[in-house]
Structures are given as structure tokens and as C-alpha cells.
């Protein structure tokens, strides 16, 4: 199986290879050329040339997400191969991520993420808030691999890095201010303030984003909330404050704070309910609640950043951070308005960075090392509220199981990366990462018979009262006596390394090939009903053969094919009780995979003012182990094969400069969960147009954006709590009915955006 798929990849990079001289030849003969911009990334955490990094990577720049109306960090999974980028089941900021089959579904606290967020090179270690709306962006970054060692854990499916703006130094202003369907607003200003010429600077930037609903909560339990389903209610800010107290000296101080209160999100009945008379919706957007609608993810982080540039080949840099989330949220599982299913729950994290860094470079190496320490606390409780089964069943006021704990870790990591050149064509990539890692969990989990919220004034109904209203069923027993006073411990250590080596067959021309390994942590289950053991970390090797060209100043083409083992994957095992109530829950390391595939981006500029890009991503995924209860079916979130084909023309006038875009992305068909062929999504392709403008001195510019067009309706998320019997019909599932829900990606949109620099 491995040796057919290895023929079909190397069959794969001869076809290309051909394509190439192909393409070469004909770009040759072209009467009108033009030169490639050259596109700067730090991937490597030191600034490098797109084309001189061995490694699989997307960058998207601040122009081309402007002119293509890129408002929100999910909408980037549209350019870069094999890689998903969606909002989360019931929020409008949790943030699904996987690339090449990596990465985690379930956004429970104690869940590591098997892609990592990076704003400014600061870790976001939770899915909250991740959904993140572009604010003074420079570029987006999109490594696709594992990244442990330059980026550590938690990073074996790739790593997403948003890089702001930088300052000028000039005083200057943006206003903008954004309408569209659905009665969308937006309104932006950012800005910098020289306080000391040359030395001192300030740059602000805030945002506030609003739109009505895409449908509506058709039945409410509580009639006087706001029904609007899928709105946006969202207000971002950001603060910088510059220092150049010498030429070869630079701090940076970072703060940004968002509030989402945006309506939690209903799903979409694809079934019937068997206890109301509630139909299926018309609108796959609109839904039916017992819960109230609001929900709010609040983010506050610091951020600085030292940089001393002690000589021309040595740069030492001090990085950290402060950051701190809050989420109380609703979601209604069974989306009725009966307390069938549902699930009111909050989350809490904070998480303090540090990493000192030193870059290294001389005419023949180049060297990036550094230590890296991490301080997280993560914690939460949800209520899952059978009150439907507990009045009818068991004749009491209700029913809930109870879930409450935290799962912290503290972690330490040194690394080093050296590129050395063998000789003037060839050089190697030496890199290691160790890391040491320690978690502490509990975990409060047990069943009241009531309806239980997690803070009062939800609902009408019993409220908790401060602390846990079950026992305390994960720790430790510190004095022998039977009880659970003490948090579960386990830690791990890690050695992740990379090797590679690259041949620049000449300016234009590279190919390279690499081995890696990326590890995401082991954790303790956050739903555990007994005293389990934490599970180990999952582990990835990738082998990768690469090739970065430049063709005749006119075509740019990257080719990357990639292998990878996916060990020890942690899955969780779902095992209800005979009598409906139980949901015992054990989380182990209990299957394999792998996978093989290639991934192709392509940008041929016909002329000066004509431009065509092309990006593929293909996987073959298999699963090699498959010790999960359920079985795995197969990778979630993960397409065999994604592709984008875009163009872009300029058209020069005397009023300004006109640019058009016109784009078609493809997702083939994939499934939503591991363990369920009852949420799966069909291959489907949306359109995107756009036109933008810009005056001729610049101060004044405009876009229209359409988005979807086509107005396809696709699967990003939902909820699989039903049964199947042997004849294919289907059976009531946890809380006794057949729960099967769907969230979905946004439909036609079209916005007009007017923005005026000064």
C-alpha cells in the first residue's frame, strides 16, 4: 500500500517537472513579463526570502487580503493547501484547525491544539477566541508540517502566524468603514503617533464589527431575548507602544483586548425531533432553543518584545506574554425549545510566555536557538442538562450531569536550528528541540437531579451554588482517606528533532528534503467519570521532498511532497448507560495514522497587470491503528483534495488604479467527526469576485466583495447523538431523541468597503 502510494507521489513530481520546462518554454516566448514580488516571511523566526525556506509554507500579505476582502483568519484556509480553517459548533470565535489531517476537533479545556495560533510570535493555546478578525495585519503565515522544533509542542499539523504592521514613524491615520447584506457594519481606525521623532512611537488600532443574524431562533423557551441566529456583535482593540532607544535597540510593547457578544450559535435539526412537534427548519440557519441566546468570548493579552542587535551577525531577542480569556457560553444540543439536551458552560484560561532567542549568521551558517517557558491554567465546567428525561423518566425536576475541574501545565523547552552550507550549492538543516512538561488536573464530574446552570439568572430553574455539586472524581488521595483532595499529576519530556538538506541548483531553483517530528501533549480527560491515568502525547514523524522555482521572472512554482506517521492519537470513548443517564466517557491513546500527499502553488503573471495563482493540496490518508470505541471511519475535517484557482488584473486610469479578482475554491467531500458517517459533507466549490480602488495619491481607496456567490450550503460543524439500527433507521440517542444537528459556513455575501488615509 505504502510502496503504490510513494510510485504515484514520485509519478507526480515527474509530471510536474514537465509541466515546468513546459510552462518555462512557453513564458519564454511571452511578448509582456513581469517581475515576481519578492514575499519576506519568518518562518524560520529570523527574515527570509519565501523562496530560500526548505519548508511548506503560505503567505498571504497585507494588499492581497485587502483586495480580496480576507476580513477573518478562517477565510485564509481558501489559499493554502490541505488545510482547514473553520468556526467552531456554537460560537463565533472557537476555531477548528487541522493541515494534513492534523489537528483537534474538541475545543473542552485540557484539549491541546494540534495546529498552533501565533500573533507576533506570542502562542494562543486555546481554540477560543482563535477565530480572529484581521485588524492592522501585515501578513498571514501559514507552515503546513510539523513545527516542533522552532515552535515546540502542540504544533504537528503546522502553525498559523498573524504578523502585524510595523511602524514607519509617520504621523498617519486610517479610517474605513465596511456595509453589506444582512445589515452588516464595520467600522475600523487605526493609526501611529511619533511621541519622540525617531525614537518613540504609538500605534492604535480598533474595530467594531456587527451584523444581523443569517437566520433566527424560530422557538424560544425565553420570549424576550434576541432571536437573531449567526449574528455578529464584536468590538477589537489594539495598542503599541514603539522604542528605539539606540540604532541597534528596539522594545516593543504590545496590548489588544476583543469582546465577543455575538448570539451563541443553534444548529440545524437535519432530523426530527421525536419529543415536539417542532418541524425541521426551511433554513438550514435557522433553529430552536431552551437556552438563552447570549454568549461572550472576552480576550486580553501584553505582549513585548526586546530585540539587541549586539554586532552585524548577532541578534539576541526577549519575547513575552500575558494572556487571559472568558467565555461563558450557551449551547442547545437538541436545538428544541424543550431541555432535551443542553449545555451551558464556561471556560477560563490564563497563560504567561517567555523566550529569550539569539540569531546567529555568518557568510556560510546560520543558527537560531533559544529557551522557552510556559505557565498555563485552564479551567471550566458544563452543565449537560437532560431535563426532559429526568421530569419523564425518573419524575424529578429535572436532570443534570455536572462537569467541573482544571487541567494546567507548566513547560520548559531549549532549542536550536542551524542552516550550514556544504558548499556553494549545497547546505543541511540541523535542528532539535527538548521539551519538559508537567499537568495538574481534577475533574468534578457527577449527577444532580435538577436542571443545574453554571451561574445564576440563566434560566428559570435550580442554580448552582458556588463550588461543585459533585464529588471530586480525578486526583489524587494525599492522606490515605478514600477521598479525592489533591490534583492528578503526570509529566513528559521530549526530544523533537529535524534534519533536512537543500540544493540550490541555481538563484532560481531549489529542492530540499527534510525529516521532522512534532509532539502534542498528553493531557488528562477533562470529562472523566473515574480516576484514569493521563494519556502520553501523540507524536508525528514527516518526511517531505520539496522544490521552490522561479521561472523567467514570471512563474513561481512550489511543489512539496509529504509522508507522515500520526502515533498515538488521542481519541475519546463514549459509552452511555443502560438507563440513558451515564455518559462515561475514557480518554486513551488508541489509534494510528498516516498519510501521503503533494501540495502545489503556482502564480504566473501573464503581464504587468495580469496574474494568475494556483493552489492544490492532495492527501491519501489510512488508518493504521484503530483500538477506538466507536471505530474510526476515517479523518475528520480533512478533504482528499482542496484546490483554488484565482486571477488578478490591474487596470491603470487616470482617476486611480482598478483591481479585479475573481477566484473558485474547491473542498472535496469530508466528514465532520472520526467515528460517524451521519455528518458528512459533499465536495462543493463557492465563487469569489472582488473589485477594489485606490486614487491616485492614495489617500482614498475602495473594494466591493462578493463572497459565495453560488450561495453553497456546507457543513462546518455539529452534533451526532443518535442511533442507527440494523435497518438503517434511526433510534433516539442521549436525552431520548434523535439529536443529529449541523452548523454551516456563510452563505452569499457582498459587501462595500471606503477607507481614506491621512
Known amino acids: 500500500m505504502k510502496a503504490s502510494q510513494f510510485n504515484r507521489t514520485a509519478c507526480a513530481i515527474a509530471v510536474s517537472s514537465v509541466l515546468l520546462v513546459s510552462t518555462q518554454s512557453y513564458a519564454q516566448e511571452a511578448d509582456e513579463q513581469s517581475g515576481l514580488e519578492r514575499i519576506e516571511i519568518t518562518a524560520r523566526k529570523t527574515v527570509e526570502s519565501l523562496q530560500e525556506v526548505p519548508v511548506a509554507v503560505t503567505s498571504i500579505g497585507a494588499a492581497e487580503l485587502s483586495e480580496k476582502g480576507i476580513s477573518v483568519l478562517t477565510e485564509v484556509q481558501q489559499f493554502s493547501p490541505n488545510t482547514t480553517l473553520q468556526t467552531s459548533r456554537g460560537t463565533n470565535s472557537t476555531l477548528t484547525a487541522f493541515i494534513r489531517g492534523v489537528g483537534q476537533q474538541d475545543p473542552l479545556w485540557g484539549y491541546e491544539p494540534g495546529v498552533g495560533i501565533y500573533i507576533d510570535d506570542v502562542y494562543m493555546a486555546r481554540p477560543q477566541g482563535a477565530v480572529l478578525d484581521l485588524l492592522d495585519v501585515e501578513r498571514i503565515e501559514v507552515l503546513r508540517g510539523p513545527q516542533g522544533t522552532l515552535y515546540g509542542k502542540n504544533t504537528i499539523g503546522g502553525a498559523v502566524k498573524y504578523v502585524t504592521k510595523a511602524m514607519t514613524g509617520d504621523a498617519n491615520f486610517n479610517l474605513e468603514a465596511t456595509i453589506g447584506n444582512y445589515s452588516r457594519f464595520d467600522a475600523k481606525i487605526t493609526g501611529q503617533i511619533p511621541v519622540i521623532q525617531d525614537k518613540v ?270 464529588p471530586q472524581v480525578l486526583g489524587t488521595d494525599t492522606d490515605g482517606d478514600g477521598v479525592l483532595d489533591a490534583p492528578s499529576k503526570a509529566d513528559w519530556s521530549r526530544f523533537t528533532p529535524r534534519i533536512g538538506v537543500e540544493y540550490q541548483v541555481d538563484r532560481d531553483l531549489m529542492f530540499f528534503a527534510s525529516y521532522s517530528q512534532g509532539f502534542k501533549s498528553g493531557t488528562f480527560n477533562p470529562r472523566a467519570t473515574v480516576n484514569e491515568p493521563a494519556v502520553d502525547p501523540e507524536i508525528v514523524d514527516s518526511f517531505e521532498i520539496g522544490m521552490k522555482s522561479e521561472w523567467n521572472d514570471n512563474l513561481r512554482a512550489n511543489i512539496t511532497l509529504f509522508s507522515l506517521d500520526h502515533k498515538d492519537r488521542q481519541y475519546i470513548g463514549v459509552v452511555p448507560g443502560d438507563d440513558g443517564t451515564e455518559l462515561n466517557q475514557f480518554l486513551d491513546n488508541v489509534a494510528e495514522t498516516s498519510a501521503n500527499g503533494i501540495e502545489v502553488e503556482i502564480t504566473y503573471a501573464a503581464t504587468d497587470n495580469l496574474t494568475f495563482d494556483f493552489a492544490l493540496g492532495y492527501i491519501d490518508s489510512k488508518i493504521e491503528e484503530n483500538n477506538a470505541v466507536p471505530p474510526l471511519l476515517g479523518l475528520s475535517n480533512t478533504p482528499d483534495y482542496t484546490f483554488n484557482l484565482a486571477t488578478n488584473y490591474v487596470l491603470e486610469s487616470d482617476v486611480g488604479d482598478f483591481v479585479f479578482n475573481a477566484g473558485y475554491y474547491y473542498r472535496d467531500d469530508y466528514r465532520l467527526f472520526e467515528t460517524s458517517d451521519l455528518l458528512l459533507q459533499d465536495g462543493f466549490g463557492i465563487l469569489n469576485l472582488s473589485v477594489s480602488w485606490q486614487s491616485v495619491d492614495g489617500d482614498w481607496y475602495a473594494s466591493l466583495h462578493g463572497k459565495n456567490l453560488n450561495d453553497k450550503e456546507y457543513l462546518v460543524g455539529g452534533y451526532d447523538f443518535v442511533g442507527v439500527a440494523e435497518d438503517g433507521s434511526f433510534l433516539p440517542g442521549l436525552g431520548g431523541d434523535q439529536t443529529l444537528i449541523g452548523y454551516y459556513g456563510d452563505p452569499r455575501t457582498v459587501q462595500l468597503t471606503v477607507g481614506y488615509r491621512f
Open 201 to 470: 512611537y504609538f500605534g492604535f488600532g480598533y474595530a467594531d464589527l456587527s451584523r444581523d443574524g443569517y437566520g433566527e431562533f424560530l422557538q424560544s423557551a425565553l420570549p424576550d431575548q434576541d432571536r437573531e441566529n449567526y449574528n455578529k456583535d464584536l468590538w477589537a482593540a489594539r495598542a503599541t507602544l514603539e522604542i528605539h532607544p539606540a540604532d541597534n535597540l528596539f522594545i516593543r510593547l504590545n496590548w489588544d483586548k476583543t469582546e465577543d457578544d455575538s448570539n451563541a450559535k443553534g444548529g440545524f435539526r437535519l432530523l426530527p425531533s421525536l419529543l415536539t412537534d417542532a418541524p425541521v427548519p426551511d433554513s438550514v440557519y435557522d433553529s430552536y432553543t431552551s437556552l438563552p441566546t447570549f454568549n461572550k468570548v472576552e480576550l486580553e493579552g501584553f505582549s513585548w518584545l526586546v530585540s539587541w542587535d549586539v554586532n552585524d551577525d548577532l541578534q539576541l531577542k526577549y519575547i513575552g506574554s500575558s494572556r487571559e480569556s472568558y467565555s461563558p457560553t450557551n449551547i442547545d444540543f437538541d436545538n428544541t425549545a424543550l431541555d432535551i439536551f443542553d449545555v451551558p458552560a464556561e471556560y477560563d484560561d490564563e497563560n504567561t510566555t517567555n523566550e529569550l532567542q539569539v540569531n546567529y549568521r555568518q557568510d556560510s551558517y546560520s543558527l537560531v536557538g533559544g529557551l522557552y517557558l510556559y505557565d498555563g491554567e485552564s479551567c471550566g465546567n458544563f452543565d449537560a442538562i437532560l431535563g426532559f428525561l429526568g421530569r419523564a423518566a425518573f419524575g424529578v425536576p429535572g436532570l443534570t450531569r455536572e462537569v467541573t475541574g482544571c487541567n494546567n501545565s507548566e513547560s520548559w523547552a531549549a532549542y536550536a536550528q542551524a542552516s550550514i552550507d556544504v558548499s556553494e550549492k549545497l547546505s543541511v538543516t540541523l535542528g532539535a528541540r527538548y521539551t519538559d512538561e508537567e499537568k495538574q488536573a481534577t475533574v468534578n464530574n457527577g449527577l444532580v437531579f435538577a436542571n443545574v446552570y453554571p451561574s445564576t439568572g440563566w434560566v428559570p430553574g435550580y442554580v448552582r451554588p458556588d463550588g461543585p455539586l459533585v
